[in-house]
């Protein structure tokens, strides 16, 4: 009794030893299944669900029948989850101002036109879904799209009457969250009599080197573009960062080769903004005004080859004294920003025609359109999007003014840096086949025949600008700094280093107070003095054995370049028949040459030696440097006689006590 008690006892504890393990086995097997099956959704909810316009097209130009399409590709996030479109037109714009709601996404408050009612993207691949959007006047097409999806929109209007830009809102819902954006439509049928000049000017500004790779991007996306007319716009101080880089100089000449590659890519200069030229002419400073230019061309040259057109993009704030000074400097065709006149060309039917400015002489110039401008620089909508804005607004100008008589143009500025490559893809496709539009390179359009056409004034007038002002130190000490970094660059032989200095100079000449411009002096006055120090001659002494003795000089360069300079030896007490002005090439860390010398005066002197630039406006270093002179003296004379004489009194007296015959022996 007691031994089966001990058994049954053994047995329970070791049933109630395993039960625990088998239940948690159970529960992990039962949440691990919950877990697989709530995941991805749980995954999903935390995504917060957007979609991005990768892509549409911005013109739809109706067949005789009146039907046509338009493609649209999109994006979502999350992927690969239920999702639905509905796409929605409204009536055709008929003032520019109603773009503006279109562009910020704010939309419109007129009533749709019609609606392709609400359809399933079952074609997503990757998150990504492309669908085309049929529109007709009388008779639908019958085609699909998407997996079997049919949308349409319905054109109300008579088929010669259609042509305009028509905003379109896209509703598309993801995951059962609906998101709405806005964009634009041009439609056409009728012929395109007189199509719009499209000057393109991508700048090429020190932004667009904070993004190197997408700045790359953009650049190589325009020399596929070869048969398109293009300009770019360069400052020194973006192409100067690029051949100091020692890691980025190679990738960005490539790029920029392959931008300009064609012969129909042209290269404007584009100051810096804010460069005070009327303030240069005004205090004496009128060499530096070509400067600004001719450094930018220079650097331009040096890294790709190609030479800038005539043309001359501003940027900043400018005055009728800034471009007469421009003027006389050799300029004859300005861009401006619209925002530097009284009233803005793109407020007003009038624009697309060069004009002279009030108080500029007969200086040309044409404004750039600052609403495309912005467009096409906004980092608030996507690439695709943005560029089909740009083109139905291009297209909006045209129908401002279908007929218009001559030629209008206009500017687009867009930043290199601030654009990418697919935009840039799409705009330009775009822009290939668009019957409203045809790129233009700047040249054509200032011609003086085109002044005041189509209503246009003929005359500007600028906004009010605000005056610098600059102190007598400002003007001195400036002089002073151009005077010694040309004195001193004229010798560079190798590096970067006189571009760096050029650079330094040239920021100086800025719109500012008088203590911002002080302090930019000041800079670069540093940087000069840098380069300075970096050279010494050697002040040990020296002694000379007598006359015509070489006089050795030895000068130390820590600068990593050559240089050119020449040697000054200054004493009135020694001569030197090859001259006193030696010519010298700091090719190496020390440098020595042996002067010949003449007529020494005294056992010692002391002889200054100075460095000097090769138009001896600089000097780079000095050392006084003394001289012992080992002379002969009278009483040494003597005794070396008397020792000859001596030497051969001996040698005779042995010569003659020499025994006869002693050969013979």
Request: net charge positive; with cysteine.
């Amino acid at each position: 009794m007691g031994a089966r008690s001990i058994g049954f006892t053994k047995v329970a504890c070791n049933c109630m030893s395993h039960r625990p393990t088998t239940w948690w086995r159970a529960l992990s097997v039962v949440l691990l299944s919950l877990a697989t099956v709530t995941w991805p959704s749980a995954a999903h909810a935390g995504t917060t669900p957007h979609f991005t316009l990768v892509h549409q097209n911005a013109l739809a130009p109706l067949s005789a029948q009146g039907t046509s399409h338009f493609v649209v590709t999109v994006r979502l996030s999350p992927s690969n989850v239920p999702a639905s479109a509905d796409v929605t037109l409204y009536p055709s714009l008929v003032a520019r101002s109603q773009l503006t709601p279109i562009v910020s996404g704010a939309g419109t408050s007129a009533k749709p036109v019609s609606s392709t009612g609400k359809f399933d993207l079952r074609c997503l691949r990757n998150g990504v879904a492309t669908f085309r959007v049929t529109i007709y006047t009388h008779a639908p097409s019958t085609s699909s799209t998407c997996s079997g999806v049919t949308p349409r929109l319905r054109l109300p209007c008579a088929t010669e009457i259609c042509d305009g830009v028509y905003p379109l809102r896209f509703v598309v819902t993801v995951n059962g969250v609906s998101l709405t954006k806005w964009s634009l439509l041009a439609v056409q049928k009728n012929y395109v009599a007189q199509p719009i000049s499209v000057a393109l000017i991508e700048t090429l500004t020190p932004s667009a080197l904070k993004h190197p790779k997408r700045s790359w991007g953009v650049l190589n996306m325009i020399g596929h573009f070869g048969v398109a007319p293009l300009t770019l716009s360069v400052d020194y101080e973006a192409l100067a960062a690029i051949e100091l880089s020692p890691t980025q100089s190679t990738s960005w000449r490539g790029a920029l080769d392959r931008a300009l590659f064609s012969s129909l890519h042209r290269v404007v200069v584009a100051p810096p903004r804010a460069i005070d030229f009327a303030g240069l002419v005004a205090n004496g400073l009128t060499t530096q005004v070509p400067q600004q230019l001719t450094l930018s061309e220079n650097l331009l040259t040096s890294l790709t080859g190609r030479h800038a057109d005539a043309a001359v993009v501003l940027s900043g704030s400018q005055s009728p004294a800034s471009l007469l000074a421009l003027a006389g400097a050799g300029v004859s065709d300005v861009v401006l920003p619209e925002g530097d006149l009284s009233e803005a060309p793109s407020s007003t039917l009038t624009w697309g025609a060069p004009f002279h400015v009030e108080g500029a002489g007969n200086l040309r110039a044409l404004s750039s359109d600052g609403p495309l401008s912005d467009l096409v620089s906004s980092p608030n909508i996507e690439p695709g999007r943005r560029a089909a804005l740009t083109l139905a607004t291009l297209a909006f100008l045209h129908f401002e003014a279908p007929y218009a008589s001559a030629n209008r143009t206009v500017v687009i500025e867009a930043p290199v840096g601030s654009t990418s490559k697919a935009f840039v893809n799409d705009l330009l496709s775009g822009l290939r086949d668009d019957p409203f539009d045809r790129l233009t390179t700047l040249t054509p359009s200032f011609d003086p025949a085109l002044i005041g056409t189509n209503g246009a004034p003929s005359v500007r007038t600028l906004a009010a600008s605000v005056p610098s002002t600059w102190s007598a130190h400002n003007v001195s000490s400036l002089l002073t700094l151009i005077g010694a970094v040309n004195s001193y660059s004229r010798g560079i032989k190798s590096g970067n280093v006189a571009t760096e200095l050029r650079v330094a100079v040239a920021r100086t000449e800025i719109l500012a107070t008088a203590s911002q411009r002080q302090n930019a002096i000041n800079t670069a006055n540093d940087l000069l003095s840098a380069q300075l120090a970096q050279f010494s001659v050697d002040a040990s002494a020296v002694t000379l054995a007598g006359q015509g003795t070489s006089l050795p000089v030895t000068v130390n360069s820590r600068a990593p370049y050559h240089v050119s300079a020449v040697i000054h030896l200054v004493t009135d007490r020694l001569t030197f028949p090859k001259g006193a002005s030696i010519p010298i090439t700091l090719s190496s860390p020390t440098q020595s040459i042996r002067v010949p010398t003449a007529d020494p005066q005294g056992s010692s002197l002391t002889l200054q030696i100075v460095l000097t630039t090769p138009n001896d406006q600089v000097v780079l270093a000095r050392s006084a440097v003394q001289v012992r002179i080992a002379g002969a003296s009278v009483v040494g004379y003597l005794l070396t006689f008397a020792s000859l004489f001596v030497l051969g009194l001996w040698w005779w007296r042995t010569n003659r006590r020499r025994p006869k015959g002693r050969h013979a022996r």
